[in-house]
Nanobody, 124 residues
Framework: QLQLVESGGGLVQPGGSLRLSCAAS????????IGWFRQAPGKEREGVSC????????YYADSVKGRFTISRDNAKNTVYLQMNSLQPEDTAVYYC?????????????????WGQGTQVTVSS
């Protein structure tokens, strides 16, 4: 059974950092493009970052560029999202998703598998 599991969310003060993990079971993450998305209450799900399985290229939403970093650890079959300088507007449920075609994209409809999400709350 193909499954993605996110972890690492929590409560953090503004300016703080968190590292989210996206672990896969049943398939090899390195064969898939991986995207991180988030959804705040009352808002649509939006793309945060993604990484290609073809050439390793990475992309970031303008709102997180320079603060978030996406990376892979193939040995652990895990993709990470390092989040620094967190702000209250980063508060959301964060999801990872896998696209079998390997092309990094922020389009939610392109992704085949989704995790259950992890809550990130930035508040003082």
């Amino acid at each position: 059974q193909l499954q993605l599991v996110e972890s690492g969310g929590g409560l953090v003060q503004p300016g703080g950092s968190l590292r989210l993990s996206c672990a896969a079971s049943g398939f090899t993450l390195n064969d898939y493009a991986i995207g991180w998305f988030r959804q705040a209450p009352g808002k649509e799900r939006e793309g945060v970052s993604c990484i290609s399985s073809i050439d390793g290229s990475t992309y970031y939403a303008d709102s997180v560029k320079g603060r978030f970093t996406i990376s892979r650890d193939n040995a652990k079959n895990t993709v990470y999202l390092q989040m620094n300088s967190l702000q209250p507007e980063d508060t959301a449920v964060y999801y990872c998703a896998a696209d079998k075609w390997g092309i990094a994209t922020m389009v939610t409809g392109r992704y085949d598998y989704w995790g259950q999400g992890t809550q990130v709350t930035v508040s003082s």
